[in-house]
């Protein structure tokens, strides 16, 4: 999308603004409305689909395989397509990349998916994003927590300790005796513990830096005109890696100041914990829903 | 892996192993050395204008972080009117032996891609040249990316092309340097490196950022953290400290622009 | 107010047996937050729909049976909505415009809307689909592409439309003869982006636009930002420029581009005698004046309460626009514009002061 120089100007000088004004008066730290449903593919360990206001759709679909853990150094595999764009495009391969590496450094979700000594569970959390305005790290970051969330895997009823004699690992038949892969904090009394097996998946906010001020969730407007992009990941309750700069597509790219990155970091710290229960609730309200139609 | 055997060699029995040699008594571990040396950086050697056919380029070497690159342009564009010029950056690896897979190689490239073009784009006075592109090439001669750290490739990856495109005598605001840290904490608390030359451990936070050293306000071009549980005190420390690194890298970079050109002064009066 | 605002999809299945009662429920949204809405809006919808459900009950009985169907049948008989394929006519009388095809000397629909009927002429006007320029009309448009002598101009049709370089005001006045160097500096009155409003001056055979921007109300637009719409949500009226209350105009574009800017001090409409003294090079120019908060405010609040009525499938007018701007004004932070459940509020605030209106 193009804009003339006019329409860019005029935003820049809304967004530079302080207080800021955003091209849909959002506030800095409100993201666009969404819809998020869980559990829509049936064949999948854990799935979501997520449609954005803007008319940006995404699906993810979560698939775990047993495989020896010392047959692969990667136990998570990201795949991110976009529709209309091929497969070996820099933007799909970026993300692809970003979130193979956030999810894989993650020691507890390792931990998660080990299974004996000698098996571990391998993840394939493949992304289709259907349609996108603006850049869809945030929706697919959204879409694939929600997934996560929603994975489960099924129940091992063989040893665990296979060290001395290798031994296929052998599951449960019922699938309502499967684990879920993440622990859902169900009460606020629960989510105030934190116990070390407490998880939830990272969730990587997008942000676009214009001037001093920094916006959540950017519209291609917004990106167009922002100095940088900017990306903080939200993991169990504190930040972490990655914390990154990003090409958005700005038409007028700029540095930006370290106050700004403080910004950046304390609006994360502000909402991260928001974002990430408000979606928890959907999929509890999804797990509640398919509960009670049996 | 009979097919790709190479038939011109004398191939060894089956059955040997490598020649192992005994660690030197003097160096025990990388660890040891980055604590003798924390904020400084490793000593580097670079040299423009090594490749004759591009507009200009660089090469750049820190231990055994090898690199190359050159830049192409500006050159016009087919098609459609642009306001501006298009920056195109494209890195190579080495091929990484057989059992690194080329899924892996592939993302590594787009990392570094990814990273310098963010870096760099913000220092170039790209409305200078519209409807033109400028392409960047940088390769990747020789690095060890399992047991050496990845954010310290990344800046000299920003910084070659940075001296590749002040080569090139491209219109740039600011020559921009990068400059990889690591904070290392452990129970005897915080400490920092400049230019790691080894991986973070599980409790440290590494990373690279990216400057215009020339510029007081906004000057953080790009920036890449890893590691789990960042404080904000924790980011101040990190860009300070990058910051005050990169400042060293481009106190550095002016000295050598100044003495290239100096040289080649001399080169040609001396020929007269 | 939340950070994110999450809504869970309405199931929607497929199937014979209550298909239609869901799908009006999966466009009306939340039916039971807003009483009225659902009903004001799909009143038509519905009944189309009910005619259309009739017909198909007439073609199971008897597949062949067109006399139940003939003049406009029940068609007409409801409303005169009609899906793509359905029998309109046999009376050969009738002249077939847009939106129609003939098989054996009967008139079909070839889309999705209602029949129209001028004199002898019978046309469908879809309910969806692109804008279809009509000559006067007031658009707004974007430049793709500047060609030789001519720019072509996004205006949201199937095509895009021309804007002859003769047809536009250069500086210098208007009688000015157009030499060479204005071809070779074309860029520098509107170049690739560029936002303009023009009017639809001639159509081609092949159904593109040719646009002129020859009078001061038109021309290069600045001090603002654009909304679009779907083309068919905006009535041609008498005048599309309007001024709205808190200080912003607004030009409604006939092809649903709508510019919401700041008002501007001259009155639009500026004497033909003026026109040469005012038209200097700064009519092209890129650079906006002063625009206070406040109007930055109001112009963000217009925008989103257009989606609001947008998003409910309300025409856009100057009473409508104006009632739902009065009904933002209880959310304090204009931000909270952009959710389903507030959007829904204003189109039938919207709705309900139009009607009282008339």
Known sequence: MKYSPAELSYLKESLKASPPIRPDARLETQLRPIEAISNILPTANGSARIR????????????AKVVPTSSTSELINVDVEISGLKENNSLASTLSSIFQSTLNSSQS????????????????????????????????????????????????????????????????????????????PVTQSDSSKKSDSHWTPPLILLMA?????????????????????????????????PLRTLDIGSTDPQGISSTV????????????QEISDSLTAVYVQDEDASSSDF | MSVLQDRRRVLPPVDTIPLQFKEDEGSSGSKETTIARTRTIRPIFIKQSVVANASGSAYLEVEDIKLQCSVYGPKPIRGSFTQQADLLVEAKLPSLGQDASNDKSASIEKDITSFVQTSITPGIILTQYPKSCINIMITVISADLENRN????????????????????????????????????????????????????????????????GQDESNIVGMWLDGENITSKNLTTLTESAKEAACQIRTLFNGVILQEFHDKEQEASNSK | MPVIAISRPETVYGGVSGGNRKLKRANGGDEEDVDGVDELEYEDADSGSD????????????????????????????????????????????????????????????????????????????????????????????????????????????????????????PGGVLRRKSESDELQMRQFLKEGDLLNAEVQALFSDGGASLHTRSLRYGKLRNGMLVQVPSS?????????????????????????IWLSKSSKVAADVSITRLEETSGLEIYSDTNEEINTSTRENIARYANCIRALAFKEVGVNETRLIAAYEASLAYASAGDLIEDEVKAILAAEALAADRSDE
């Open chain 2, 150 to 213: 990845f954010k310290s490739l990344l800046a000299a990856a920003t910084n070659v092309a940075s001296l590749a495109l002040v080569d090139a005598g491209i219109a740039l605001y600011d020559i921009v340097t990068s400059a990889s840290v690591l904070l290392s904490r452990n129970e005897n608390g915080e400490s920092l490196y400049f230019d790691p030359e080894t991986p973070r451990e599980s409790e440290d936070i590494e990373g690279v950022l990216s400057f215009m050293t």
């Open chain 1, 261 to 272: 990155l403080s910004k950046a970091y304390s609006i994360v710290e502000q909402c991260g």
């Open chain 3, 51 to 170: 005619a259309e459900m009739r017909d198909l009950d007439d073609d199971d009985g008897d597949a062949n049976d067109n006399d139940k169907r003939s003049g406009f049948g029940s068609s007409t008989k409801g409303s005169s909505l009609v899906t793509p394929g359905e029998l309109i006519t046999e009376d050969t009388m009738w002249m077939r415009g847009h939106g129609t095809f003939s098989q054996d000397e009967k008139t079909f629909s070839s889309v999705a809307g209602t029949i129209t009927r001028v004199n002898k002429l019978l046309s469908v006007t879809p309910l969806r689909g692109r804008y279809q320029p009509v000559i006067g009309d007031h658009v707004i448009g974007r430049i793709t592409e500047v060609g030789n002598k001519r720019w072509k101009v996004d205006i949201g049709g199937n095509q895009d439309a021309a804007l002859l370089l003769g047809s536009v005001n250069l």
């Open chain 1, 209 to 241: 830096v214009v001037g001093e001020n920094i916006f959540i969730d950017p519209t291609n407007a917004e990106e167009q005109v922002a100095s940088t992009g900017l990306f903080i990941s939200w993991s169990n309750g504190s930040i972490s890696a």
């Open chain 1, 52 to 63: 954005a206001s803007d008319g940006g759709e995404c699906i993810v679909g979560v698939k």
């Open chain 3, 233 to 257: 949500l905006i009535i041609r009226l008498r005048t599309q420029l309007y001024r709205l209350p808190g200080g912003v105009d607004m030009i409604l574009g006939i092809n649903g581009y």
């Open chain 1, 109 to 184: 979700l390792r931990q998660r998916l080990k299974l004996t000594s000698r098996f571990s569970f391998k993840l394939f959390i493949d992304v289709l994003v259907l349609s996108n305005q603006s850049h869809p790290l945030g929706l697919v970051s959204l879409t694939i927590y929600l997934a996560l969330l929603s994975t489960k895997l099924p129940l091992l009823t063989s040893s665990t300790d296979d060290s001395k004699a290798e031994e296929v690992p052998v599951f449960h038949d019922d699938w309502d005796q499967a684990r879920p892969l993440c622990d859902i």
